[in-house]
């Protein structure tokens, strides 16, 4: 079902809640089961959002101000971008680190962030 629902994500920017039963049909298993795993899972969701940012939360990011760089950018975004804490994004000597799209920034900053998503 996971890669599945990141192909719908893909090519719609959430899962439309119309499509539910077609999962559910095509994996034989039940709507509250695709339900469950939609809801969990922070990589998917019902709601379309104009971009994700994803901020990494690992240790040497943490040592880098990332708690303050997320609670800054959650600030600063619109409800239709979708910021998300993620656990490594294996740029550790230059963090914080953020990925936007398939971009990932270094050193990243609430203004970086910002110019970054005026970019797309």
Known sequence: MLPLLHWITER???????MVPEIAEALNISRA???GVISFYDDYGYEPVAAEVQVCGAEACQALGCGELIRQVRRHVSGDVHVREVYCLGNCAV???VRIGERIMGRATLERVAQA????
Do not use: E, K, M
Not at 117 to 120: H, I, K, N, Q, R
């Open 12 to 18: 719609h920017g959430h899962v439309p809640r119309g």
């Open 33 to 35: 089961d695709v339900h």
């Open 95 to 97: 963090g914080p680190n």
């Open 117 to 120: 998503l005026d970019a797309d």
